[in-house]
């Protein structure tokens, strides 16, 4: 655990930083989105709790998944929200299935594009081959 922490039970926010390898003005976007709401110490200084730590933790997994902070407020629900565990799953289930069709998408225009990119080097692939079998050298103009 932290060794700083201002609490049992509680992290400031540098704590959380350096645990998760991100900066302290991260944590205070995700604030600012709605998406933890920490508690204020008498000093007014922000401290987050287990379930922040773990929202926290949520919310950096679906990043890294490519989920949007919209997408991820909607999955785990907002903090003053009372989402239960299953609609949670279920949320992220649907969530899950249209990235998986997105990805599926996206790598079916990536092959495409991977055809057309090759169709078209095979002409001055051609030419660059014969030209140099010609010996020609030809300047460009």
């Known amino acids: 655990m932290p060794g700083g922490r201002s609490g049992e039970g509680t992290y400031p926010t540098s704590d959380l930083a ?11 976007y995700y604030e ?8 204020r110490s008498a000093g007014n200084q922000r401290v987050y709790t287990r379930g922040d730590r773990r ?3 949520l919310i950096l997994r679906g990043k ?7 997408e991820i407020a909607e999955m785990i629900g907002m903090p003053e929200t009372d989402l239960t565990e299953v609609e949670q799953i279920r949320r992220s289930l649907v969530y899950g ?4 069709e997105e990805i599926a998408r996206r790598k079916k225009e990536l092959a495409e594009l991977e055809q057309d990119i090759r169709a078209a080097m095979e002409t001055p ?8 079998k010609e010996g020609a050298s030809h300047e460009p103009c």
Do not use: H, N, Y
Not at 18 to 28: G, L, Q
Not at 125 to 132: A, G, H, M, N
């Open 18 to 28: 350096a645990e998760f390898d991100i900066s302290p003005r991260a944590i205070r």
């Open 32 to 39: 600012e989105r709605g998406l933890l709401t920490p508690r």
């Open 55 to 57: 929202r926290l933790r």
């Open 64 to 70: 890294r998944l490519g989920f949007s902070l919209d």
């Open 97 to 100: 299935k249209m990235k998986l």
């Open 125 to 132: 692939e051609e030419t660059l081959d014969r030209l140099s």
